[in-house]
């Protein structure tokens, strides 16, 4: 099925560990985003690729960093885990840009949740 | 830079009961505004979105919202809930300013008991 794929699902890391979460589209998108989710905080914004070879900061990118891979792939990396990265991060993507309304939107991945201990 | 702001955190109704949950924003010029939905265990779904024409937008199960320019507002509706609409909801608003960027709120949980 056609989408967004996120790996792992699951992780438990300990404190100053790194990891990299793994995200493809094969939808042939050209922009990928990286949020995470916390209770109360709705979604925050941490990098974005608006296309490929391109990326750049969002709201929280402090303790992270991505590569857009390809045009399919953008990971997120974490090189020093803490506590306070223990979230739920989605990734998404989106082909349209906003003033092509009528095809516009995000489509996300199922999630990876985090615990950094 | 934009803002969503959802006030009702959490909310409890019983089945059958209508539902409105609030969403305001802070931008003053052109929005692009959505609403996504997240069931338990699941990713983000879009219910609606709106860009222009008619402010009062239907979407997927029976969900509706209506864009108020002059309250920034784009708040979600339903006239009669159903258990399976227990989930969280979160607004979301794209500035013309801001490229395919979206600005989610802080999300409402809504639990429907049967």
């Known amino acids: 099925n056609a989408g967004v794929t996120q790996t792992p699902k699951f992780q438990v890391l300990k404190t100053g560990q790194s990891m990299t979460l793994q995200c493809a589209q094969d939808?042939?998108?050209?922009?990928m985003y990286w949020y995470r989710q916390d209770p109360g905080m709705g979604l925050r914004l941490i990098y974005y690729s608006a296309s490929e070879g391109t990326t750049d900061k969002g709201e929280v990118p402090n303790g992270y960093n991505v590569s857009r891979l390809n045009k399919r792939e953008f990971s997120l990396r974490l090189e020093s885990a803490a506590p306070s990265q223990t979230s739920v991060y989605f990734c998404?993507?989106?082909?349209?840009?906003?003033?092509?309304?009528?095809?516009?939107?995000?489509?996300f991945g199922s999630g990876t949740r985090l615990t950094v201990v | 830079a934009q803002s969503v702001s959802q006030h009702n955190h959490h909310v409890i109704l019983s089945e059958a009961a209508s539902l409105e949950l609030g969403c305001n924003y802070s931008?003053?010029?052109?929005?692009?505004l959505f609403w996504y939905v997240q069931y338990p265990g699941q990713h983000l779904q879009l219910l609606l979105k709106?860009?222009?024409?008619?402010?009062l937008v239907k979407g997927i199960k029976g969900f509706e919202a209506e864009f108020i320019k002059s309250k920034f507002s784009f708040n979600l509706r339903k006239p009669s809930v159903q258990w399976s609409d227990t989930a969280e909801y979160f607004c979301a608003v794209n500035a013309n300013n801001a490229g395919n960027m979206l600005t989610f709120g802080g999300g409402t949980r809504l639990m429907v008991k049967p």
């Open positions: 931008y003053g010029g052109t929005v692009n």
């Open positions: 709106y860009f222009s024409g008619d402010p």
């Open positions: 998404a993507s989106s082909e349209a840009t906003s003033w092509d309304r009528s095809n516009y939107g995000y489509t």
């Open positions: 939808m042939n998108h050209n922009s």
